[in-house]
């Protein structure tokens, strides 16, 4: 955190706050008469050198400006939200934001003086790594207020090397205030191959149109894609099964979906989550509006919960996470299904309806032979299920080693399971194809995440599974 306000009166002391504490008043301030009336506020910037977005800023402090009749301590709270409505715009650099609240020239007003500098077009090049620790070059741009708004242009090009080998391309707008208000919307394009051959001896392409609206909240999002995507088999001779042959090669979606996140986690100092509760979902429809594509429902619900104890003597971290349902189905009849759609079970890393310690990515769930595999190459393909059940729990302790590094060590059990189709024979086919693990494994959290080592043992599993009982992988959020 850093300090951003200061609030200075006639008889010339000051006073600092950190972000964190700033809805409560600082000790500086309890010498102060916080119930004083203020009838003008008067908001002036410096250090911009664009008028433009001077005025944009001013936009944003309209509410600030206006206010007649409160108190200091209202006029406190009201800087704070205001100095959180313009680090969300974007436009600002946020370690140059800052606030001086100057008092005593005449009685009732106040002035409020904001220094911010703009944000400047950002290229970046490098390498990056994703949870399951494949890697590769990316490289990013981005441009603020590209129409002299709030609008921003963001472009991503990322090529992952190892594993699931992948090469994406996109382009999208962001703006964090759509028509005057505080709801975020974003309009892309985006260009993406991943090689799925050590899987699903295939390789899937996807070109998709891409826009999103979200609450100010963050809960709500509704996501629109028009895309098109091919599924490209693996020829002879390491050909791929018949299965992935017989599938829907080409498909075009058009589709809808909701989405809803509750974030209620704690984390904690060490960098561990310490409390709290994660609820999350989805809907998706597709055809959207009867416009062309695959008709399909798609849903999914989950639930997680950490809950820490500790003392004296000890410090024990629990979690438990429940996700059920994921049912996808053609709605309004039968039909083939692209493998993109499926749910594929497996991996320690990635979502979190479909990850499952002790089993490789996507390495459960219905598989077919692959005519003439190779040693060292998976003997059956990958072709995901229409419905998954996955539920996992761990306790976790302090490490007695290198306590500077807040690593843990934790014992966890998974079980989950995925159905081929939605039937009369669904729930027989989930309650017969069940896999569970059971392990130990240490974290030691880093700046966004936490960096997982588990060794794990499958207690039960299906001959076409494919078992990994050493894992590691980067978790992004705790939550998940």
């Not at 299920?385 to 590094?405: C, F, H, M």
């Amino acid at each position: 955190t850093s300090s951003f306000f200061s609030l200075r009166c006639a008889r010339s002391w000051a006073a600092q706050e950190s972000l964190a504490m700033a809805p409560l008043v600082p000790p500086e301030l309890q010498g102060v008469d916080l119930s004083q009336k203020i009838d003008t506020v008067r908001v002036q910037f410096k250090d911009l050198t664009r008028d433009s977005t001077e005025r944009l800023l001013r936009r944003e402090c309209s509410r600030l400006a206006g206010s007649k009749d409160i108190s200091l301590s209202e006029l406190h709270n009201l800087v704070h939200s205001t100095y959180s409505d313009l680090v969300s715009l974007g436009i600002v650099k946020r370690e140059s934001l800052r606030a001086n609240v100057d008092i005593g020239q005449h009685e009732g007003q106040v002035d409020v003086t904001f220094h911010a500098k703009e944000e400047r077009i950002a290229l970046r090049a490098g390498a990056s790594t994703t949870q399951r620790g494949d890697w590769g070059p990316d490289g990013v741009a981005n441009i603020p207020s590209i129409f002299g708004g709030f609008t921003s242009l963001n472009c991503l090009y990322s090529k992952r090397v190892t594993g699931e080998k992948s090469t994406e391309a996109s382009a999208t707008l962001a703006n964090p205030r759509i028509l005057g208000t505080k709801f975020e919307g974003t309009l892309g394009y985006v260009d993406s191959t991943v090689d799925l051959t050590a899987y699903s001896s295939s390789t899937s392409r996807r070109r998709a149109v891409v826009g999103t609206v979200t609450d100010p909240s963050g809960r709500h999002k509704v996501e629109l894609e028009s895309a098109l995507r091919d599924t490209i088999p693996q020829q002879a001779p390491q050909a791929a099964s018949r299965e992935v042959f017989q599938s829907v090669l080409t498909s075009h979606k058009n589709s809808a979906k909701y989405s809803y996140l509750r974030d209620g986690s704690v984390r904690g100092n060490d960098g561990h989550p310490s409390g709290g509760s994660v609820t999350r979902g989805s809907v998706e429809l597709g055809k959207l509006m009867g416009i062309g594509g695959m008709s399909f429902l798609r849903a999914e619900l989950g639930w997680w919960s950490a809950t820490r104890k500790v003392s004296s003597k000890y410090d024990v971290l629990a979690t438990v996470s429940v996700y059920g349902g994921g049912l996808l189905y053609p709605a309004g009849g039968s039909g083939a299904i692209p493998l993109q759609e499926k749910f594929f079970l497996g991996g320690n890393m990635g979502s979190p309806s479909t990850t499952i310690r002790g089993f490789a990515f996507h390495g459960v769930g219905p598989a077919a032979a692959r005519p003439a595999p190779v040693d060292g190459q998976r003997k059956h393909d990958a072709l995901g299920g229409d419905a998954v059940v996955n539920a996992a729990a761990s306790v976790s302790v302090p490490l007695p080693i290198q306590k500077e590094l807040n690593s843990r060590l934790f014992g966890f059990c998974s079980l989950a399971s995925v159905a081929p189709k939605i039937s009369k024979a669904m729930a027989k086919d989930l309650q017969d194809g069940w896999r569970a693990a059971v392990g130990v494994g240490a974290s030691v959290p880093l700046h966004s995440g936490l960096l997982e080592f588990t060794a794990s043992h499958a207690l039960r599993d299906q001959p076409t599974d494919v078992r990994e009982r050493f894992q590691l992988g980067f978790r992004v959020n705790f939550s998940l």
